[in-house]
C-alpha cells in the first residue's frame, strides 16, 4: 500500500435500468467493457476500432438524452479510430503496441474544463461557450498519445462550484442507477457516462470532493493523485492548493492504466504544484504499484477507520445504507486478515477542516489567470477575460448559474484576497494539518486510512446542495485518494433491483 494513502468506502445505487437497442457492432457490449475487453476483442480481430467506438457512441445516442451526461462530442473521433485501425493493420508485434500505446482505442470522456481541441470548454457555463482553447491539456495530450480516442466532453457543475452537476450550459444531469438522484459533483457527467457505459474512462477534477462524490455514486473506482502528481495546466482553475486531475473507471486496472498515463507528464514547467513533488514519485510507477499492491490482498494491513465527524448515525434510508455498507467492508477487512483501528481525532473533522478551506482566496486570481490567457487566443468579447467580468459582465444576461450556496461564495470571494493574513494563516493551518496527519499514519502504523465518502446517499434533484460529503482532508493536504464501491442501497421503486 502506498505510505500515506487514503482508501474511501463508497455507497452506491443500484445498477443502471437498461432498455433494449441494437448495438452498432454485435460482437462488442460497451456496458461492461473493460481495456482489457477492447485489446482481447480488436487483437483477435472480432471488431475493428470503428466498431468499438461506433458501439459506444451507439450507447451514448439510446441513452444521454435521458441521463445528460455528454455536452458535446468529439467530430473526429471515428477519424481518430480509423487511424488506429490503419496503424494495427500495419504492426507485426502487439505486445510492443500496447507497450507503446497502452490506451490503445480506449474511449474516454473529458470533463468539460479541460482544453481540448477542437471543442469548446465550457466549464459548463454559458458564458464561456465560446472559449475554443489553441491547444489540448497537457494531459488529454498524454491520453492521446496513448492511444485512447477522446469521445468528447462531459456537463459538470457551473464552474466546478457543487456537487449537484446541474449547469447553465447544459442543465441537470442524472444518475444512471435512480433518475430521481444526481449523480454527485462537481464532475457528475464523467461519472454518469461512465455509469451508464459511455466510456470506459472518464477524466474529472477534484477540488473538495469532485472526482470522489460522482465516484461513490456510480459504483466506480475513482483517483485523486497526490498532489502535483498530474499537471493541472489547460483546466479550469478553481484552487492552486486543492485542485487535483483525477480519473474514474468501473475497475481498479483500467483506472491505474489511466494513472499512469496521467503521470507520465511529469514535471510541467507551467504547473508548480508538480514541482513540489519527490523525485521518487516519478521513478516509481505508481498506477501499476496500485495494481500490485490490490493483487496483493489486504492480510496484515492496517487500516485506520475515520470516525469523529465522518459518519451520521441517525436512522434514515438516506443513511442506513452507508453505514451498513461500511460495516460489512470493516467486517470483511478483518476475516481477511487486517486490522482496522478506530481513528477518532478532533483535528480532522469535517466539520473543523472547513476553516481551512482556501477556495475563496485563490477562485478569483486562479480564474483570471485561466481566462485571460484563453480570451487572447478568442475573437474580442467571446470570453469574459477575468473572474470579475465573468461574474458581474455576464449577470445581466443569465449565462451562468448561481445557487444560494453558490452566491455566499462568491461574495465573499469578491471581497478576499491571497495578501490577506486570514489566508496565510489558513496556509499554515493547512501545513500543521498535513503534519499532524503523517504523525497519525506514524503513530498507529497505518497502511491507509478509510471512510465514507458521504454520510448518506446522493441527494435527490432538485436539493440544494450534495450534503453530508467527506472530501476535504485529501483536498486540503494533497494526500492521494482511492474511491473504490463497497455497497448497495436497497432496492426502491425509483432504483429497482433488475434492470428494465
Known amino acids: 500500500m502506498l505510505p500515506g494513502i487514503f482508501i474511501q468506502a463508497l455507497t452506491v445505487l443500484l445498477p443502471l435500468r437498461t432498455a433494449a437497442y441494437t448495438l452498432n457492432d454485435d460482437t462488442f457490449d460497451p456496458r461492461t467493457a473493460t481495456t482489457k475487453d477492447i485489446h482481447h476483442t480488436l487483437f483477435t480481430n472480432q471488431t475493428t476500432c470503428r466498431g468499438i467506438i461506433s458501439s459506444f457512441l451507439a450507447r451514448i445516442e439510446a441513452f444521454n438524452p435521458v441521463i445528460n451526461a455528454i455536452i458535446s462530442l468529439n467530430p473526429d473521433s471515428l477519424s481518430v479510430a480509423d487511424h488506429l485501425d490503419a496503424v494495427l493493420s500495419s504492426s507485426s508485434n502487439i505486445t510492443s503496441l500496447t507497450t507503446s500505446f497502452p490506451l490503445f482505442c480506449v474511449p474516454v470522456l473529458l470533463k468539460d474544463n479541460f482544453d481540448f481541441v477542437p471543442l469548446p470548454t465550457t466549464a459548463g457555463s454559458r458564458a464561456l461557450a465560446l472559449n475554443f482553447p489553441s491547444e489540448d491539456a497537457p494531459s488529454v ?117 489511466g494513472l499512469r498515463t496521467l503521470m507520465g507528464v511529469g514535471v510541467d514547467p507551467q504547473d508548480n504544484a508538480t514541482w513540489e513533488v519527490p523525485g521518487k514519485v516519478w521513478e516509481r510507477d505508481s498506477g501499476r504499484e496500485i495494481e500490485r499492491e490490490g493483487k496483493r490482498g489486504v492480510r496484515g494491513r492496517r487500516f485506520g477507520l475515520l470516525t469523529e465527524g465522518y459518519f451520521n448515525f441517525t436512522t434514515s434510508a438516506e443513511t442506513d445504507p452507508v453505514n451498513g455498507a461500511m460495516r460489512n467492508m470493516v467486517s470483511k477487512l478483518t476475516a481477511a486478515g487486517a486490522a482496522v483501528i478506530n481513528i477518532s481525532d478532533p483535528l480532522l473533522n469535517p466539520i473543523s477542516l472547513k476553516s481551512l478551506d482556501v477556495q475563496i482566496f485563490e477562485y478569483p486570481p486562479m480564474l483570471t489567470s485561466y481566462l485571460s490567457l484563453t480570451a487572447s487566443h478568442n475573437p474580442p468579447g467571446s470570453v469574459p477575460p477575468s473572474f470579475r467580468a465573468l461574474y458581474t459582465q455576464a449577470r445581466p444576461n443569465r449565462a451562468f448559474l448561481v445557487l444560494p450556496a453558490q452566491s455566499s461564495f462568491l461574495h465573499a470571494a469578491l471581497k478576499s484576497s491571497p495578501s490577506s493574513e486570514e489566508y496565510h494563516s489558513r496556509l499554515q493551518g493547512i501545513s500543521r494539518l498535513r503534519e499532524h496527519l503523517l504523525s497519525v499514519f506514524k503513530a498507529h502504523d497505518l497502511d491507509a486510512l478509510i471512510y465514507p465518502e458521504q454520510q448518506n446517499l446522493v441527494v435527490p434533484i432538485g436539493s440544494p446542495n450534495q450534503y453530508g460529503r467527506n472530501g476535504l482532508l485529501a483536498a486540503l493536504t494533497g494526500f492521494p485518494v482511492v474511491c473504490v464501491p463497497v455497497g448497495f442501497s436497497p432496492p426502491t421503486d425509483l432504483a429497482p433491483a433488475e434492470p428494465l
Open 141 to 257: 495530450q498524454a491520453l492521446s498519445s496513448a492511444g485512447a480516442v477522446i469521445l468528447g466532453k462531459t456537463n459538470m457543475h457551473d464552474m466546478a462550484l457543487e456537487g449537484l452537476t446541474v449547469s447553465s450550459f447544459a442543465g441537470q444531469t442524472r444518475n444512471p442507477y435512480d433518475l430521481s438522484r444526481t449523480p454527485g459533483g462537481s464532475s457528475g457527467g464523467s461519472g454518469a457516462a461512465v455509469a451508464a457505459g459511455f466510456a470506459v474512462l472518464a477524466m474529472g477534477t477534484d477540488t473538495m470532493n469532485s472526482v470522489r462524490s460522482p465516484a461513490s455514486a456510480g459504483g466506480l473506482v475513482g483517483v485523486r493523485p497526490s498532489r502535483g502528481a498530474v499537471s493541472r495546466r489547460g483546466v479550469v482553475p478553481v484552487s492552486w492548493r486543492q485542485d487535483a486531475v483525477g480519473i474514474m473507471g468501473r475497475s481498479v486496472e483500467d483506472v491505474g492504466v
